[in-house]
Nanobody, 123 residues
Framework: QVELVESGGGLVQAGGSLRLSCVAS????????ISWIRQAPGKEREFVAS????????LYSAFAKGRFTISRDNAKNSVYLQMTSLKQEDTAVYYC????????????????WGQGTQVTVSS
């Protein structure tokens, strides 16, 4: 069974940091783009960041640039999202997703999704 599993979410105070992990099992995603996408309550899904197959290329949304860092370790079949200077508006469920159509894809273009990990930023 192929799956992506996120972890590392939790409750953190504004200004704090969290590191999210996404581990793939069942197959390798070493040749695919992995993205982090978030969804806050009552809002649409929102692109956060993507990393290409070898980690050489990344793309960030405007709100993530300078605060979040995406990276991957293909030997561990893992992708990470280091989040710093967290704000209350970063509160959301964070999903990782895998796809083949470039660093910026629509939700329907991702072939695999994780179940999500909750990030809550308090004041």
């Amino acid at each position: 069974q192929v799956e992506l599993v996120e972890s590392g979410g939790g409750l953190v105070q504004a200004g704090g940091s969290l590191r999210l992990s996404c581990v793939a099992s069942g197959r390798t995603f070493a040749d695919e783009v992995i993205s982090w996408i978030r969804q806050a309550p009552g809002k649409e899904r929102e692109f956060v960041a993507s990393v290409n197959w070898d980690g050489a290329m990344t793309l960030y949304s405007a709100f993530a640039k300078g605060r979040f860092t995406i990276s991957r370790d293909n030997a561990k079949n893992s992708v990470y999202l280091q989040m710093t200077s967290l704000k209350q508006e970063d509160t959301a469920v964070y999903y990782c997703a895998a796809g083949e159509n470039g660093l910026r894809m629509s939700s329907s273009e991702y072939g695999y999704w994780g179940q999500g990990t909750q990030v809550t930023v308090s004041s």
